[in-house]
Nanobody, 118 residues
Framework: QVQLVESGGGLVQAGGSLRLSCAAS????????MGWFRQAPGKEREFLAA????????RHADSVKGRFTISRDNAKNTVYLQMNSLNPEDTAVYYC???????????WGQGTQVTVSS
């Protein structure tokens, strides 16, 4: 089992950048594939990006491709989401997730709020 804690959210102006972090507990972090999702008020949860346990393969949703980048540091038990060129439509609660199968996530963090002002 793994526990996830997101950080790095906050208020940013349109065009700005944020880097989200997700710290994982446990010594098996490097065996989990990781992902980032978001959920805006009144909307369904949206997949953003995923990365394999080794970091050797990543996938990004078309809606954020070229602006968001997922990465991980297994030595620090942390996965990151670098977000650039933010716009108000990116306002949401952002969640990280872990799973033993790629795209099948079993563990979720509590989320971190990102608010982009125009």
């Amino acid at each position: 089992q793994v526990q996830l804690v997101e950080s790095g959210g906050g208020l940013v102006q349109a065009g700005g950048s944020l880097r989200l972090s997700c710290a994982a507990s446990g010594r098996t972090f490097s065996t989990y594939h990781m992902g980032w999702f978001r959920q805006a008020p009144g909307k369904e949860r949206e997949f953003l990006a995923a990365i394999t346990w080794s970091g050797g393969y990543t996938r990004h949703a078309d809606s954020v491709k070229g602006r968001f980048t997922i990465s991980r540091d297994n030595a620090k038990n942390t996965v990151y989401l670098q977000m650039n060129s933010l716009n108000p439509e990116d306002t949401a609660v952002y969640y990280c997730a872990a799973g033993v199968e790629f795209y099948k996530f079993d563990y979720w963090g509590q989320g971190t709020q990102v608010t982009v002002s125009s």
